[in-house]
């Protein structure tokens, strides 16, 4: 069944009843997409490897929201995990409607070692494990939850990803004073290309599923300000239009904009929402 147009009937924002499966949910950002969907009446699962946190995370949503969310542990590199929480998720609620594929490591500038950050020694260990998450992790989730999706001829998929998989990193946000040029730390060459792959993956979702009603978007989020440095958020700003980093929250509507039927002809798309950095 393909997706209805909503043509005559106005912007509907509701997720009402739309059962939502946001992977790394118990992290700064899936918290936030969780509660985004149910603010706009729709059932967050949150689901991530640390199941006791995205446990609690889902109780206070639930607690503060009335609605039915709940987090689920799962491993997203791992298909039967993700098998297994399908089916607990349409055990429970007997549909799945939306997948956000949050999930990914954020490796830091400052890390095993002090080199561990420099391409020339950054270890293949770490590259696959980034890679496992961000990105394969998405593909398998997409692959089983979005199959399911297809089969009841409706669902979206939001994909999301980083200004750093869009533009490069300004290493020079990361200098530190007094450090040879051959030592300064740099943000790891895997999280842009995580990042950038999971648009490729968008586009491909996105004519994939298209004849059996299922969307896939991607939301290219900016840099949110989380406890760096006065000097960090400094730098940063400079280099932003808006002036300033993110707060955590201000993601939430192009969220909820692309779940939601008021986004019914929107598919393949890149919704950029980084305070205008990446226009200079």
């Keep these: 069944m393909k997706q209805t147009s909503t043509r005559g009937t106005g912007p509907d924002f509701s997720l009402s009843g739309r059962v939502a499966i946001i992977t790394g ?8 997409h969780a509660e985004a969907i149910a603010a706009a009446g729709g059932i967050p699962v949150l689901a991530d490897i640390r199941g006791p946190d995205a ?13 039915a969310a709940i987090g689920l542990e799962c491993d997203i590199t791992n298909e039967k995990s993700v098998e297994q929480l399908l089916r607990s998720v349409l055990d429970r609620f007997g549909h799945v409607d939306i997948l956000v594929n949050n999930a990914a490591n954020n490796p830091k500038v400052e890390g095993m070692g002090r080199d561990f950050s420099r391409l020339e020694e950054f270890p293949l260990e770490q590259w696959n494990a980034d890679v496992a998450v961000g990105l394969t992790g998405s593909f398998v989730c997409a692959k089983i939850i979005g199959r399911a999706m297809a089969e009841s001829g409706r669902g979206v998929i939001v994909n999301i ?7 490069a990193p300004d290493q020079r946000l990361y200098l530190k004073d007094g450090e040879r040029r051959d030592r300064q730390p740099k943000k790891p060459v895997s999280y842009t290309v995580v990042k950038s792959g999971l648009h490729g993956l968008t586009l491909y979702l996105s004519t994939y599923w298209a004849s059996s009603g299922v969307r896939a978007n991607t939301i290219t989020l900016g840099g ?25 929250h201000e993601f939430q509507g192009a969220l909820v904009y692309l779940c939601s039927d008021a986004a019914s002809f929107v598919t393949g798309t890149n919704l950029v929402v980084d305070g205008g950095k990446s226009a200079w």
């Design 161 to 167: 990803s980083s200004e750093y998989g869009l533009i």
């Design 224 to 248: 949110v300000e989380n406890g760096q440095t006065s000097e960090f958020l400094t730098r940063a700003a400079a280099k932003i239009p808006l002036g300033r980093m993110a707060l955590s």
């Design 55 to 67: 446990i609690a995370a889902a109780d206070r949503i639930a607690s503060a929201t009335g609605t």
């Design 25 to 32: 949910g118990a992290g700064l950002l899936g918290v936030k």
